[in-house]
């Protein structure tokens, strides 16, 4: 942890004098510290044919973006975790970025909650098909001891715990929300409420912001979900986020869902930071 | 299928005044009903690191969504393996509803027509890598015979066919797409008027109904295909869906592809039912 | 390669008149072509439970599409494996792809760039299982060895080399999209010319008309990068590709990403053709 919080501190925002070794350099250090590895993986099985793409995985994905300030190395591997269970079609990256959640101070404990987080946005199969890949690398790691993660049950009625988080997440706009779909699908509202807040959100072993971080990474990752992506970048600057943070988890994106997602991303910031004004703004 | 539907009729619009108990022992007899297995395998294999994940898919995705009263679990099943198939990064669950979907009263042959219904929405790679999943649960089943789907020609010419076929589904609006795309892709136009409703739309193994219903359950689970969606939503109307069985089946996807898909396909339900006002209403 | 050329400007815009036997004989000396069987497994694969899907699979995406003018089938390839690679979900199609790129004049090292720049449109989990599946193919084939595709370092500054690029991609709209993301987003922006253009687009290994084929096809089949869709419809225009090649490219993706992709597709070249009015207006 410490090394990596070293790490992390270090970056600069680069300009075109760096040179590409340096770059890659910062980014081999990362990669260590969050893969775990002396010699990583992805330079070695990627120097048969391809050892260009290796070199930009290392300079520009670990060198020029994680290495970033504006999020912790933890925030980062949650957001990417998040977004590449959601995606559901990389499954060699996903249980490398669990391993690396582990690697940088993410708890076994924690990255079921973001899986199960999955569900609420991309489904059923995404939030299984993560935990697949969570047993695969926790059976790995002789660190790691598979406790289930099997949370009392919440107190109270699902609806009204789900409508106080709703509440504490989206402000008023929640009730928006349920208010807009109460005239032809009451129901799918009532589950958001329920399920999606009242079961989901209100679990107590992620943190909110966590939540929200995750949120917005796959929202912005799927591509597919701009109103909610906007709903959620809201809710992480009401649930403490900043706006370079919504800016930096946007930008993330790019190295795992390519660069239109990310700039996509940052449209649905742009208009969403002009709404709010200057409220809550701290960039 | 008798226990199934006494399930199914059984399952009422729930309040914050169930208990949790009672949604995960409704959804454990569904779920037991669709799966065929007296202990669902989704329940052991999460045991270990995420039984909370599992009780939420039996409680909420089998207790509140697929318990629910508006579609037969027939027709869920359909909508779920054409959803599944289109997606195509959930090959697991693809199987298993594919296997549940033969449970409840599918035939292998309407898996196999679905799959082929889906190349038209997700491409041939999906349809292939669907069937690819369909023969490893045929096989599987000692009481699947894997007979060839070999329709006998279809007849007359595949243009007439596929606008004849286009006008049943779309109305006049079908008129409207053909119109609309003749200045710069005539062929693509052609395209989808004989192959897409010509050939596969035409072919006489799944009933018009269902194939629309997969086809709305395939455009709201991609969050890809907006206007498509419209135009389905207004097809499965004009097939006989009623508004409650379009809002339904869009509701279903929130479990497989997430909350954001579903919400995003009921704004587009809101917006073909105000243009469509009183027509064919009958929720 | 000659008679792939004898196949492609055989193909006719078929009309109804045409049968379903004419359609198939076409389709399957095509994909003999392509994939370079005498028996393509496609239609053995799926002679037991979905015949008819393997004729479809012939007739309308061999036959209809593949065979139409417009596109040379090393173009039609490179688009395929940009956008098979950048879906992530279709890994079988992936690989025959691949060895169907090197049937029709596509070299190994062109595969290997073509799955780089995937990195930009759908991000480096894309890519690097593209590669993955590329040596795969590699490696099965004799007449292949794998040499790393490692170019020399690139000359110059990558930002002012990248500015180069993008001005020649996309003209006065790159001053654009630069312009428009310096307010809250700088160095996404930054990483855009520096990684996307710099970096990738500036590399040796594929002509820039190829790359813009790729990055249309990409953004058409992801279905979720409508304004990049709109910039390199444009880029293609700009860099020597005709306003059919345009058409024909996205016309293709119906078979790999389904008709609402297509048709997607098309509605943005319709804005972006008249946009331009009669400017590089071939069509």
């Not at 070794?21 to 260590?32: I, N």
């Not at 404990?109 to 697949?132: C, D, K, S």
Request: hydrophobic fraction near 40%; charged fraction near 20%.
């Amino acid at each position: 942890m410490n090394s990596a919080e070293h790490v992390h501190h270090a970056s600069p925002h680069s300009s075109g004098s760096e040179t590409s070794d340096e770059r890659f350099e910062r980014g081999l250090a990362l990669l260590r510290t969050v893969g775990g590895q002396e010699h990583p993986a992805v330079l070695d099985s990627l120097a048969d044919i391809a050892p260009d793409l290796g070199h930009m995985t290392v300079a520009f994905g670990y060198g020029d973006v994680l290495s970033r300030p504006g999020l912790t190395l933890r925030e980062r591997q949650i957001a990417t975790v998040g977004a590449l269970a959601a995606m559901g079609n990389a499954a060699p990256q996903l249980r490398f970025h669990i391993d690396g959640a582990l690697n940088v101070g993410v708890s076994p404990a924690e990255v079921v909650e973001i899986l199960i987080h999955t569900a609420v946005y991309a489904g059923f199969p995404a939030a299984l098909n993560g935990i697949g890949a969570a047993r695969e690398v926790f059976e790995r790691r002789p660190d790691v001891t598979a406790t289930p993660v099997d949370s009392e049950p919440l107190p109270g009625d699902r609806y009204e715990r789900g409508l106080a988080k709703l509440a504490e997440v989206d402000g008023h706009a929640g009730d928006q929300v349920v208010a807009s779909m109460r005239d032809i699908a009451p129901d799918l509202t009532r589950y958001i409420v329920e399920f999606a807040f009242g079961d989901v959100y209100s679990r107590p072993g992620l943190d909110l912001k966590s939540r929200e971080l995750a949120s917005v990474a796959m929202c912005t990752a799927l591509g597919t979900a701009a109103p909610q992506l906007r709903v959620h970048i809201n809710g992480l600057l009401n649930v403490g986020g900043s706006r370079e943070e919504v800016v930096e988890v946007i930008t993330q994106m790019a190295g795992y869902a390519g660069f239109p997602a990310a700039l996509n991303g940052i449209a649905a910031a742009r208009e969403v930071f002009e709404e709010r004004g200057d409220e809550g703004r701290r960039v």
